[in-house]
């Protein structure tokens, strides 16, 4: 019953939003389709957001679509829905690096141009250009980040989505072996998955606390997991005892940077990503010269520097 009701709702999503920016389509334009990893977003909005400017200023049609939760059963009949659509390019960020191989291999035979932007899927021939954050060194940026908290001591916790998501399966890795290299007084509670759900990550941090209540800090790969696991320390008082590190830089994560819930934030730049992509999109279109992969730059951002003007700029937006 869930899944029908999950179903329903992702074709409601593709009838309200197709056909954007390009000026109406003329026969001969590029038409490229973006799929989100989760609609209505932040991360995914902006990214938005610099996708249709660049779409704007290129003359492209473009559409952007999106699961309502960042789950492959949600954004495999999307992109099944696209194919039949046959737009020329496909921007689009798969939400499981195994699940999303099937539908886009599809959108390969229909010889749809795929730019990968954000995640990717492990099958390395899919995505002409992989557009993404260096979520390796983000991590590790993390972990110093939130070593710098803690004094170089005490244990560490990291909450993330979900096993199979390249971003966050990198950050995870960049943290860890940051920490095992270069921060031995350290000690790593290991990940717990939130799958995406912020209430989810507020009873993790909750759990962690009870049973290791000398916790020092929390690293939180995602907005969602971030956001969660930031309630929860604010819940239980534990403002500036326990450190927080956490990905991403919505609207609620900046409050909570402001509130001295979380001490540090790594800002992406999903404008970029998406700007880069329709970019990326068009030269493949035309037969262009194609960049294999691209990685973007990361912010760090502290209740310090929140309020320059150059990293207000690179705050996320829930529009345009
Ligand atoms: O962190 C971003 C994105 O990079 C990641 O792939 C999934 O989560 C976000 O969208 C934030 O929720």
């Known amino acids: 019953m869930r899944k029908a009701m999950a179903a329903l709702g992702a074709l409601l999503m593709i009838t309200a939003c197709g056909g954007e920016g390009g000026g109406g389509g003329g026969g001969d334009q590029i038409r490229v389709t973006l799929v989100q990893g989760l609609a209505g977003e932040e991360f995914y909005e902006t990214m938005a957001c610099g996708a249709r400017a660049k779409a704007k200023e ?49 959108a390969k ?18 995505g002409l250009s992989r557009i993404s954050t260096d979520n ?28 199979g998501v390249s971003t966050v399966d990198a950050r995870i890795k960049g943290f860890e072996e940051e920490i095992k ?20 990550a507020s009873r993790i941090v909750n759990a962690a606390l009870a049973k290791d209540p000398d916790l020092a800090g929390v690293f939180a790969t995602n907005l969602n997991s971030a956001t969660g696991a930031g309630s ?17 830089a919505g609207p609620a994560q900046v409050k909570q940077l402001k509130d001295g819930v979380v001490q540090a934030l790594i800002a992406q730049l999903p404008g970029d990503i998406g700007a880069k992509g329709v970019e990326q999109a068009v030269a493949a279109v035309k037969g262009q010269q194609v960049t294999p992969s691209i990685p973007t730059e990361a912010t760090i951002i502290t209740a310090g520097n929140v309020d320059q003007p150059e990293v207000q700029k690179v705050l996320y937006k829930a529009g345009c």
């Not at 099944?80 to 599809?106: F, Y």
């Open 181 to 200: 290299a270069n921060h031995p007084g350290i000690t790593s509670l290991g990940v717990q998955y939130s799958h995406n759900d912020v209430g989810e």
């Open 232 to 248: 929860a320390l604010q819940q239980a008082g534990k403002l500036g005892q326990v450190k927080m590190v956490g990905f991403d």
């Open 109 to 126: 035979q229909q010889d749809i141009k795929i730019i990968l932007v954000d995640t990717v899927v492990e099958d390395q021939s899919i």
């Open 136 to 163: 390796l060194k983000g991590g590790a940026a993390a972990a110093k980040a939130l070593s710098e908290q803690v004094g170089g001591k005490g244990k560490a916790l990291v909450i993330s989505t979900d096993p």
């Open 58 to 106: 290129l003359g492209v049609t473009l559409d952007v679509q999106g699961p309502q939760k960042f789950d492959p059963t949600l954004q495999t009949p999307i992109v099944n829905s696209v194919v039949a659509g046959k737009p020329d390019a496909l921007l689009i960020a798969p939400t499981d690096v195994k699940a999303m191989i099937a539908p886009l291999t599809q």
